[in-house]
């Protein structure tokens, strides 16, 4: 049974069969609304039902707690609806989304960026090239139907057009089924099978909002994509990178981020290291990375703040940001990099 799905403030109107989640029938049908990992983990999906009847499946309860279902709240990616429902979910935006594909992906190059962090360089197919967003991310679909997610390291405008080519940055998980194969026995020429783009983050363009960019780890790799987005587009509000690492070797590509900032005067970098070890030699920030932006900018109720990395940090930040500094929650825009290892974890 087929059931309308009207989503305010917008008016926009979509279809929910009974038996696929709203955020499923959503991207079907080019609704752009907000969403991260699509398992019920990170939180980013939440928005209000104001009216109507959803059945809700498994999700962590950080990212949607019994007192906030209580309260109405629900988790679009686990919600199948049994009656016409209403909800307000203020990032829809007109837009809409790109139309998701399935394609064979080449291997180019394997590059190892730190002891952990490899950049793989994917060519896709030179017909019928995949639209995105900067800030994006792409799943590799596994032979036994596994999926694993990757956020686009490039802006769509550095695309080739004759040779499409996307930039993953992949941290080793030790046992994981897809990056341990990235580290062991990938190589160029390979070929694999993608899914995208998918995600909601991406850079709001119709704010003129100074902008907070926090990254941990491998974070970083949407935050590169929106920082050449805003480069090309000539966006001059602005911004601040916070990136945060355990030890310095964990900012993989500092050295690119400085040539960003000669290159573009409205753009600061502020590294930020956790555990830093006397051979390090390390003399810059030190602590958590977003704590550091607390401790520059007590208020950020002007700001727009986009947060990506381990779920800790997006958490934390979120927690802090519109809690304690005054942040308005929909000027916080997140990808929450959930792993296997973390779902695990919650589930048991």
Request: a negative charge; proline letters at 5%.
């Amino acid at each position: 049974m087929s059931f309308q799905i009207t989503v305010e403030p917008s008016g926009r109107t979509f279809s929910a069969d009974s038996s696929e989640t709203l955020l499923a029938a959503g991207i079907r049908q080019g609704i752009g609304l907000p969403y991260g990992c699509k398992d019920g983990a990170c939180g980013s999906c939440k928005c209000k039902k104001i009216s109507g009847t959803v059945v809700h499946g498994e999700h962590q309860a950080k990212a949607l707690s019994a007192e906030e279902e209580a309260q109405g709240l629900i988790l679009t990616c686990c919600s199948k609806a049994q009656s016409d429902v209403v909800l307000e979910s203020r990032q829809v935006t007109e837009e809409g989304s790109f139309p998701i594909k399935k394609m064979p992906v080449r291997v180019v190059s394997l590059e190892k960026k730190s002891h952990d962090v490899m950049s793989v360089i994917m060519q896709l197919p030179a017909t019928d090239v995949m639209k995105f967003h900067a800030g994006q991310y792409v799943e590799f679909l596994l032979r036994d139907g596994a999926r694993r997610s990757y956020s686009m390291a490039n802006a769509p405008h550095t695309l080739d057009p004759a040779a499409p080519k996307v930039e993953l940055h992949i941290r080793h998980m030790p046992g994981g089924k897809f990056t341990d194969v990235v580290f062991s026995t990938m190589k160029e020429k390979d070929i694999l099978r993608i899914e995208g783009p998918y995600g909601s983050f991406f850079l709001r363009e119709d704010s003129q909002a100074p902008i907070i960019l926090l990254a941990s780890g491998t974070g970083f790799a949407p935050i590169k994509a929106l920082i050449e987005h805003m480069q090309h587009k000539n966006i001059t509000r602005p911004a601040t990178l916070y990136w945060g690492g355990r030890r310095p070797s964990d900012l993989y590509m500092s050295d690119w981020v400085e040539a960003q900032v000669k290159a573009m005067p409205n753009l600061t970098y502020v590294p930020v290291v956790s555990d830093a070890l006397p051979e390090d030699a390390w003399t810059g920030r030190t602590g958590f990375v977003h704590q550091a932006v607390l401790q520059d900018h007590a208020d950020l109720s002007g700001y727009q703040v986009y947060a990506c990395g381990a779920p800790i940090v997006v958490d934390s930040a979120r927690a802090d940001y519109v809690g304690k500094a005054g942040l308005p929650e929909e000027a916080f825009f997140a990808d929450s990099f959930t792993t296997e290892a973390d779902k695990a974890k919650e589930s048991n």
